[in-house]
């Protein structure tokens, strides 16, 4: 199916979501301006539009995942194989909660997909979905948005306090560590940008000079 939104002399890629600019001010003259993003729109039970986020939960095999088989279980202990995601996958299902309380998303939808065979890696199955209010959910899990908001503040005060330049954020596979890394400025920079850049200063000399 052709996506709706894409005009016939539209050229690149377009993106596979609505992206919400929203601003908080932080304090001490500190403002945070976060691209969110959005998956779909629902008419809620008054006429008003609901915004909602969606995600997958893939299956894996049984066997090998706490034993809890979706399409057994999942009509009659839904819970039990949302818990067990969470046992699984708690990171990942935090990162999306937050992603869509940000976003000031509606509801959350999960959907639990499976493979059609499980040897067959190109056709899946939704089983069922199942949907939360992100704060909600986020209680749910023991999610503290105070807490992550205090790891975002406490990460730019220590940025905040470093000369002016680029840095990178990299946290340690094995321990809870985040290290903090002072990088070139053209790095990840690819050449035709390098070139772009090296034009507009060119441009910005010459002007300067005159």
Request: hydrophobic content about 35%; aromatic content about 8%; glycine content about 6%.
């Amino acid at each position: 199916m052709e996506n709706p939104f894409v005009d016939a002399d539209e050229e690149g890629e377009v993106a596979s979501v609505a992206y919400r600019y929203r601003k908080w001010d932080l304090g001490n003259n500190i403002v945070l301006v976060c691209r969110c993003e959005l998956d779909a729109a629902q008419q809620g039970s008054n006429n008003e539009v609901q915004f909602v986020n969606l995600k997958a939960l893939n299956e894996w095999d049984s066997r090998h995942s706490g034993g809890v088989d979706w399409r057994q279980k999942l009509d009659i202990q839904r819970g039990a194989c949302l818990a067990n995601e969470l046992k699984n996958n708690a990171c990942k299902l935090a990162k999306w909660t937050i992603q869509s309380v940000l976003a000031g998303a509606d509801n959350l939808r999960f959907g639990y997909v499976t493979r059609y065979t499980v040897k067959d890696s190109s056709r899946h199955v939704i089983l069922g979905t199942q949907q939360f209010k992100p704060i909600e959910f986020g209680s749910q899990i023991s999610l503290n948005m105070d807490n992550a908001w205090g790891v975002v503040r406490c990460i730019l005060d220590l940025i905040m306090a470093q000369e002016d330049g680029k840095y990178l954020i990299v946290k340690d596979p094995n321990k809870q560590l985040l290290r903090l890394y002072d990088i070139p400025d053209n790095t990840f920079e690819s050449e035709e940008e390098s070139e772009d850049s090296e034009e507009d200063n060119d441009g910005l000399d010459s002007s300067l000079r005159a």
